[in-house]
């Protein structure tokens, strides 16, 4: 399966997304009463994207990494910036396909690793062509 990646870069020079805030958390057990104003503001930009030089956003089709919490539809804040390391959720091209996988590196070599138990792990071959694009650091998920 094919995974079609939608890479979206995001504007450096774009003006900050603000978003209201509650002043209060709001619990996800019991009811409490309800404030009826936002004390404040958050930026999405800063919250979200740490270096907007290297931030880029990809769209996930399929559900190789839904275990993990990602989600067929969903949206990854990926940065280029970041090191891959053993554990990473990371945008790769492996010999020209695109994909979403977690990166392990092992004494056997490298491997790509669905969260999804149904798809088999991907060996790296020795002389294959692996690029990463870049680290996951947010999931944007659709509840």
């Known amino acids: ?3 079609a990646l939608d890479p979206r870069m995001i504007d450096a020079g774009a003006p900050p997304g603000h978003v209201p805030v509650a002043p209060v958390a709001v619990p996800a057990g019991y009811p409490s ?4 104003y936002f004390s404040s503001e958050l930026d999405l930009n800063e919250y979200l994207i740490k270096d907007k030089t290297s ?4 769209r996930v089709a399929g559900n190789s990494m839904e275990p993990g919490g990602i989600s067929d539809g969903d949206e990854l804040i990926v940065n280029r910036a970041l090191e891959p390391k053993d554990g990473s959720v ?4 492996l010999d020209g396909e695109l994909t979403i996988k ?3 590196i092992t004494r056997a070599g490298v491997i790509l690793q669905a969260d999804n138990p149904k798809y088999p792990p ?7 062509d692996l690029r990463i694009w870049g680290v996951a650091v947010r999931c944007l998920h659709y509840v």
């Open 33 to 36: 009463p309800s404030q009826d």
């Open 90 to 93: 990371v945008v790769a091209i």
């Open 55 to 58: 931030t880029f956003i990809v």
């Open 102 to 104: 977690r990166l392990r």
């Open 122 to 128: 991907i060996r790296v071959p020795e002389l294959s």
């Open 1 to 3: 399966m094919s995974l």
